[in-house]
Structures are given as C-alpha cells and as structure tokens.
C-alpha cells in the first residue's frame, strides 16, 4: 500500500493547467497566422446575462448571425477542447458612439483580457496562454454601454464567434519534479504511491480530536467541544478537566484502533481535528507540542498497520461554520476576521512543513463543511493551496463543495495539480431528493474538473440506508473511497463500535452535554470521568457485526 518505489509521471495536464493559470498572462496581439483551430463556437450558442442581448442576422457574421450587446452584460460559451490549445481569437465589431464599446473577457471566472471593438465592421482580436485539453468557460462582457437621444447615439458590442488554436510553435510550462510514494491524482482517477489504483475506504474519527456532544451522549445534544470544557470545568475544576482532556486524547484512538480497522479491511481513517489541539486561542501562531506529539502517535500508529490518514481542519481557528461542529463560540467567526484566517493559512502551513514526507497522510482536508458565498470559498481555497506548496508539493490537496461539501459552483477549473473533490451526503439531511440525483451533481463536477471525488461523510442512518450508500458508492467509478461517520460513539445509530456507559459516567456526559440536566455531585463527576476513558478504549467498546459487514462489502 504505501510502495517507497518511484512513479512514472502522472497528471501532467492538469499540472500545466495549474501552473498556467499563475505563471502565464494573457496579451492583445494579432491573429496568430499559423495557428490551427482546435475548437470554434458561435456566440450565439451561448447564455446571454439578460434581455438586452440578442442573436441577430447578419450576413456577414458566420453563420450568418451573431450576437448583439444592447447594455451592459455578458455572454457566457462552453468551451469543449479535445486537444492542448494555446490560443483565443474573438471576432468583434462595434457601434462607435462617444468612443468604441469596451469589453473583457474570463477563462474559467478568471479575468484574461481587456479590449475594445474599434471597428463597425469584423475584426479579430487575439490573445495567448496554453489551455489544457478539456471543459473551460469563457464569458465575454460590455462593459461601456451609452446611449444619447440628442444627437441620437447608442453604442453597442457585436461578438460572432470565438475560435481557440494551437499555435505551431506551441510549448507547455516544463513539469516540476513530482515525488515518489505519495497518494496522488491522475484525471479522475486516485493512485497509490506505485501508481496502482485506489480507493480509500474507510471511517472517520470522529469524537477524539474534536469533541461533539452527540458522539459521546445522546443524540440531540449538539453541542461543541469548547462549550463542553466550559461546563465540565465548572464541574470539576480547571485542572480536573484538562487531565480529562487529556487523558481523552491519550485513550479515544490508540494503537488498538489501528490494529482493528486495518483486520477489518480499511485502509483510511479522517481525522477530524480542532485547531486547539495544535494553537490555543490566547497564544495565536504559537504551536504546542503535546499537539504535535499527538499528530506524531496518530501517524506512527497508521504507518504501523497501513492505514492511511487524511488530516481534517474539522474547526479552523474563530470557526468556519456557525456550528457547533466546528466548534463555534460566539461572537467569533473566521470569515468576519483577517487574522482568522491568517492563523487558518499559518496553520495549514506548519503542519504540512511538519509532515511533508509521510506518505502515510493521503492528504489534507482543507477546511470542513462551510457555507459561504462561493466566491469568498474559493479565494480562501486558493489562498491555503499556495501556503501549503510553499512548503509541501507531495501531498494531495482535498476541497470540499460549499454549503456543507454538497454543492461545487465555486469549482470550474483546477486549483492544484494534485487534488481530489470531497462530498458529505447523510440521508437525514436530503429527504427532498434522493441519492442518485445528488450523486449525479457530484459526478458532473468530479467530470469537469478531470478529478477524484471521495464521500468524506455519510452514515447515521438504518442498516438498509448505510449498505444503499456504500453500494452507490463502490458502483460508480468517479468515487474514489468514502469514509462512514464515525468509527465509535454511544449508543443511537448504528456504528460500528459503541461506547457502553456506566450509570455515573452517562450522568456526567448527559450534564455537560446540556445542563438543565440532573447535576452530578463532584464524586460523581471524577467517577464518570473515569469510567468513560475506561469505556471509550476500543478493548471496552461493542463491536457491530452487521454494520462492519455492511462496510465490507465488495464492489
């Protein structure tokens, strides 16, 4: 599984269409006369913003038609390249009235060139940047609309066609070294360090390293880890809880986990992690190393039994969800705070400094579960992709959809040469629409962006749902693994470990949980405490046969 030989190559094209997007520019330059057109699209074709554009005739556009701006707007064209092309050329003309109509244009959202249409009849304007093989997206935008009524005078865009070539002399940005051993991409496809295929099943950890009430008790109390050490310490005490705290990280996942979930047949676990684990909140960028020990026994663990780990910043610094899943304390939240999200991007930094050469981490999770505009979602991805390549180029870079990883707009090419799309789909949570259609959505993003997709969550629901999900899953050749939630909790939905209270310790988890409950007495307290580090250790836990060979089952 994890093979130390070196790998051949792989995913080149959708390196370079990474790389492209940083290191090339676009420039205004004539029509390439050696340029062969690997792909030409009619304006008309395209989605029009709004009503003020319109295909009109035109005998000497081609196809005798093209599209006319009337206002402000744009026209937006699939762009469909069945080979590398390094060329665009637009066929334009305008009505000059007070100067010639002004445009721009996007590649992919991305801002490419800046124009104007300063002739009434056709006229081509080209420009160059290597586009991959594959889906873009090109909008063409007015962007000077003016009418005046005395002397009458309107000027107006008119867009034909836009063609986009290979130039003869066309080159591609040169590979960078790509390191051996490591989990990584190859079009929509995983592989393992060898190259060989991979599907990475497997569970997450949930519980351990970001606690959450209803893993622990029962199964409305939703409730984060934060407000969890708040009431416990005033239980017990500051120094009793951090020792329980403690002593939670020492005994939830150990060593015998590792040992169980690689005989029962998986090979990943997610771990999701709190950033306190690693940075406290009164001491930001400051990193602390019982943090770094813990991250350093979760790695030596799985190397130990081959199993992979995929790193999950499950609550970012400030929160990146109002949600007690990631831990949110009011008023703080990371998307209203520069300097949350700069200890977000220094985070994500120090750790892939740290772990850069363990090819034993398939990858990292970059943030779990948001729901922001999507603009705003994907600046920050792009902003935590360049943090992390400053320092680590060999560890593949895992993007959950927004809007609680279910949708992927915000997607439209690569970010990375080295990624994977991840989904969260829990039936509770769709009752509106079933699973083939959602599935149907994920797969047409994995398509477009030419990427693995994996189902980072789904779980908590009846044995007839859990075996539905994982045979869709293992039937459909976009999905590269999943990984049901959670490995271990209390007593409710079926998991395939259950944690078995003890009267003192469901009192004390119960309280902390939600305090209008029956308060334990501080004996009780240290007694509970005790006797759940006792109960959470996998030797003490009940195995779930049924559930374990729902998660078995072959593809």
């Not at 090109?138 to 008119?158: G, I, Q």
């Not at 940005?173 to 990475?200: C, E, M, W």
């Amino acid at each position: 599984m994890l093979d130390q030989r070196p790998r051949t190559r792989v995913s080149v094209r959708q390196f370079l269409m990474a790389l492209s997007w940083v290191a090339a520019t676009w420039c205004a330059a004539p029509a390439h006369a050696s340029a062969a057109a690997v792909s030409t699209i009619e304006a008309e074709q395209g989605t029009f913003s709004n009503a003020n554009i319109t295909r009109i005739t035109d005998a000497s556009a081609s196809n005798s038609s093209a599209v006319r701006y009337s206002w402000n707007g744009s026209v937006q064209v699939q762009v469909n390249l069945p080979a590398d092309a390094d060329a665009m050329t637009l066929r334009v003309r305008g009505d000059q009235c007070s100067g010639s109509p002004a445009y721009t244009v996007t590649l992919d959202g991305v801002p490419l060139l800046s124009g104007s249409a300063g002739s009434t009849t056709w006229s081509e304007q080209s420009a160059s940047r290597f586009m991959g093989a594959g889906t873009h997206v090109v909008a063409v935008t007015f962007t000077n609309a003016y009418y005046s009524a005395w002397p009458s005078c309107a000027r107006k865009l008119y867009l034909d066609t836009i063609t986009v070539s290979a130039t003869a002399g066309m080159t591609a940005p040169a590979d960078p070294p790509i390191p051996a051993g490591f989990v990584h991409q190859s079009g929509t496809a995983l592989l393992d360090g060898a190259n060989a295929p991979l599907k990475l099943r497997g569970v997450n950890l949930g519980g351990w390293l970001n606690w959450e009430g209803w893993i622990w008790g029962q199964g409305m109390d939703y409730i984060g880890q934060s407000a969890m050490m708040t009431n416990l310490v005033s239980l017990v005490g500051a120094s009793g809880a951090n020792q329980f705290q403690q002593q939670v990280d020492d005994n939830f996942i150990t060593a015998e986990d590792f040992r169980a979930l690689s005989q029962d047949g998986f090979n990943v676990v997610r771990v999701p992690i709190n950033h306190l684990v690693l940075e406290d909140d009164a001491q930001p960028f400051v990193y602390k190393q019982s943090g770094w020990d813990l991250l350093d026994r979760l790695v030596s663990d799985a190397r130990a039994t081959n199993v992979y780990v995929v790193l999950d910043m499950h609550s970012a610094p400030c929160s990146q969800l109002y949600s007690f899943t990631s831990d949110y304390v009011a008023p703080f939240y990371m998307w209203s705070s520069q300097q949350c999200q700069d200890r977000t991007a220094a985070l994500w930094q120090a750790i892939a400094a740290r772990y850069a050469n363990e090819n034993v981490i398939a990858g990292y999770d970059l943030l779990n579960e948001t729901s922001v505009p999507d603009q705003q979602l994907h600046a920050f991805y792009k902003r935590l992709t360049a943090t992390i390549r400053q320092v680590d180029h060999n560890h593949l870079l895992i993007y959950e959809g927004n809007n609680l990883a279910a949708t992927f707009n915000l997607f439209s090419t690569p970010l990375d040469g080295n990624e994977m799309l991840s989904f969260h789909d829990y039936a509770f949570m769709n009752t509106s629409t079933d699973l083939t259609t959602r599935m149907s959505r994920y797969d047409a993003a994995a398509t477009k962006m030419n990427a693995p997709q994996w189902a980072g969550e789904f779980g908590q629901g009846t044995y007839s749902t859990i075996s539905r999900y994982v045979s869709t899953f293992n039937q459909d050749a976009l999905v590269s693994g999943w990984a049901n939630w959670t490995w271990k909790q209390s007593p409710g939905n079926p998991a395939l470990q259950t944690i078995q209270h003890t009267t003192a310790s469901k009192l004390l988890i119960d309280w902390i949980n939600n305090t209008t409950r029956t308060k334990p007495t501080l004996a009780q307290a240290q007694q509970g405490m005790s006797d759940f580090i006792n109960a959470m250790k996998f030797q003490n836990t009940l195995p779930n046969a049924r559930m374990l060979q729902l998660l078995s089952a072959a593809p």
